[in-house]
Nanobody
């Protein structure tokens, strides 16, 4: 069993930065790919970024490529999402997820956190 707890959300002005953290608890954490997804009001959950088990391979959605960076520290059981140059359209609830596949598809993930709100507004 893997449990995921997100933190770091909040209110930020357009152009600002924010870092999300997701700490996992579970013996098999190091073998899982870890992804970030987001869901805005009235919209479907969408893929943001994923990092493989070793941290050496990453993949991003086109909407965040070049602005966001995903990384992980297996010693701390934590995955990070560094978000820069934030835009109002980045406003959403952000979820981290763990799964056995390196995938941009939500259905590939077995475990989900409760989500953390990110609001980009002046």
């Amino acid at each position: 069993q893997v449990q995921l707890v997100e933190s770091g959300g909040g209110l930020v002005q357009p152009g600002g930065s924010l870092t999300l953290n997701c700490t996992t608890v579970g013996r098999t954490y190091s073998t899982y790919a870890l992804g970030w997804f987001r869901q805005a009001p009235g919209k479907e959950r969408e893929f943001v970024a994923v990092v493989n088990w070793s941290g050496k391979t990453t993949h991003y959605s086109d909407s965040v490529k070049g602005r966001f960076a995903i990384s992980r520290d297996n010693a701390k059981n934590t995955v990070y999402l560094q978000m820069n140059s934030l835009k109002p359209e980045d406003t959403a609830v952000y979820y981290c997820a763990a799964g056995s596949l390196f995938s941009p598809y939500a259905g590939s993930y077995d475990y989900w956190g409760q989500g953390t709100q990110v609001t980009v507004s002046s």
